[in-house]
């Protein structure tokens, strides 16, 4: 199986901030690392497919980067409905499809 | 409007099975993928299974291989998840995922519906 290991689980920040999440996968994943914002009672939320590629409609302060096995989402200027919890996920291999174990975005 | 919507959540004894259902609209379903994940209470996401467009390749997380079935319907644009031998553990929101096959998105979970609860009690 394909490790994900994100951190920090928990990042308190003040609006906006610039805020880094990091996820670093136990194998290469060919850019098959996507990002998803999940707020309270809501489905998760596609933010970057392909590392790098900014869904539709998702603001452009959220971008994200690959270096190698360690992924890195970054959003500039934080905006108040930025506050979230946000998952990396591999979806190179279905062995199985891992998510990282999450990173809660709080108001500081 | 491109949706997802499931049901078939509910209260269930440790032991027991339930079938949950999610419904496509909006989109030529059998041109995409399915999954399921869920979420137990205060938990992370966590992959359980997908199956092709044309149902030829499925896949099971470890956790439950030989409890749950996945299957889709095309004719009612409509992916199944019938749980067998429920566990405690198997608590959680239950979400279901569209992966695209082709296209920049491809392979990413683009749209998700909005879950179903589990309670597995005994």
């Known amino acids: 199986d394909i490790q994900m290991t994100q951190s920090p689980s928990t990042l308190s920040a003040s609006v906006g901030d610039r805020v880094t999440i990091t996820c670093r996968a136990s194998?290469?994943?060919?850019?098959?690392l996507a990002w998803y914002q999940q707020k309270p009672g809501k489905a998760p939320k596609l933010l970057i497919y392909?590392?790098?590629s900014l869904n539709s409609g998702v603001p452009s302060r959220f971008s994200g980067s690959e270096s190698g096995t360690e992924f890195t989402l970054t959003i500039n200027s934080l905006q108040p409905d930025d506050f979230a919890t946000y998952y990396c996920?591999?979806?190179?291999?279905?062995?199985?499809?891992?998510f990282g174990q999450g990173t809660k975005l709080e108001i500081k | 409007e491109v949706r997802l919507v499931e049901s078939g959540g509910g209260l269930v004894q440790t032991g027991g099975s339930l079938r949950l259902s999610c419904s496509a609209s909006?989109?030529?379903?059998?041109?995409?993928?399915m999954n399921w994940v869920r979420q137990a209470p205060g938990k992370g996401l966590e992959w359980i299974s997908y199956?092709?467009?044309?149902?030829?390749?499925?896949y099971y997380a470890d956790s439950v291989k030989g409890r749950f079935t996945i299957s889709r319907d095309k004719g009612e644009a409509s992916v199944f998840l019938q749980m067998n031998t429920l566990r405690a553990e198997d608590t959680a929101v239950y979400y279901c995922?569209?992966?695209?096959?082709?296209?920049?998105?491809?392979?990413?979970?683009?749209?998700w519906g909005q879950g179903t609860m589990v309670t597995v009690s005994s």
């Open positions: 995922a569209r992966e695209p096959l082709a296209g920049p998105t491809a392979y990413a979970f683009d749209i």
């Open positions: 909006g989109f030529t379903f059998n041109n995409y993928g």
């Open positions: 199956i092709s467009g044309s149902t030829v390749t499925i």
């Open positions: 194998q290469s994943l060919s850019g098959y």
């Open positions: 392909k590392a790098s």
């Open positions: 996920q591999q979806y190179n291999s279905y062995s199985p499809y891992t």
